[in-house]
């Protein structure tokens, strides 16, 4: 199957800061992109939706202004948490989708832990 | 709105067939049943997925009833590796949003 990576794979920060995370598909071209938030116990939480070269699509009760998207590329999305508190400590994953026969289905990442002190 | 319903939790012997079920008693007839499992803190893998006829891969069995209501996902010979989430999801095409619930714990016991 495709892969997606994600970078960091962890990450510990201070409070007020901004923390970047990547998402690539390393092997095809991902016309979409998808962001989860997932807390401890939890399942996960469907954050935004991304489009190639378009503005994210975010889901109900998600700041847009907190968690900025951007999906500039086919093969890289990022998400950036704008002056992070330690509540968005938490598990972050995105997955990928791109057209085709072969990779019309969704790929995830392997996540990205954010712990904010 | 929660479309699937599964138990909360399952154990399973080493070396046992693992029959996790799933409800999707509104599901459309365009709606696809997706299966995917998540390790912990590993991000989530496709499983398998079915429209209304069986289907099998080299991980799982899927079997749909024919009113397609439920499911059950079938990993013939559970191994420890196993043990993970395991997630059931109905969309209407591969391009729709996966929208997951609470899923299935399953613990693979030795």
């Known amino acids: 199957g495709a892969v997606v990576s994600q970078h960091p794979s962890r990450v510990i920060c201070k409070s007020g800061t901004s923390v970047k995370i990547e998402c690539r598909s390393l092997?095809?071209?991902?016309?979409?992109m998808f962001w989860y938030r997932q807390f401890p116990k939890q399942s996960l939480m469907l954050m935004a939706t991304s489009n190639e070269g378009s503005k994210a699509t975010y889901e109900q009760g998600v700041e847009k202004d907190k968690f900025l998207i951007n999906h500039a590329s086919l093969t890289l999305s990022t998400l950036t948490v704008a002056s992070a508190h330690p509540e968005d400590s938490s598990f972050y994953i995105c997955?990928?989708?791109?057209?085709?026969?072969?990779?019309?289905?969704?790929?995830f990442g392997p996540g990205t832990r954010l712990t904010v002190l | 709105d929660a479309k699937t319903t599964q138990p909360p939790s399952m154990d399973c012997a080493e070396g046992r067939a693992a029959n996790l079920p799933c409800n999707h008693s509104t599901i459309s007839g365009n709606e696809y049943v997706y299966w995917y499992r998540q390790i912990h803190s590993q991000g989530p893998q496709y499983i398998i997925h079915?429209?209304?006829n069986n289907e099998t891969n080299e991980m799982a069995s899927l079997i749909i009833t024919e009113d397609r209501k439920s499911s059950t996902l079938i990993l013939p010979h559970a191994t420890l590796r196993d043990t993970a989430v395991y997630y059931c999801?109905?969309?209407?095409?591969?391009?729709?949003?996966?929208?997951f619930g609470p899923g299935t714990s399953l613990s693979v016991i030795p």
């Open positions: 092997d095809f071209q991902a016309t979409t």
């Open positions: 079915g429209l209304k």
């Open positions: 999801i109905v969309r209407v095409t591969s391009y729709d949003k996966v929208i």
């Open positions: 997955s990928a989708q791109g057209g085709g026969v072969s990779y019309n289905e969704q790929f």
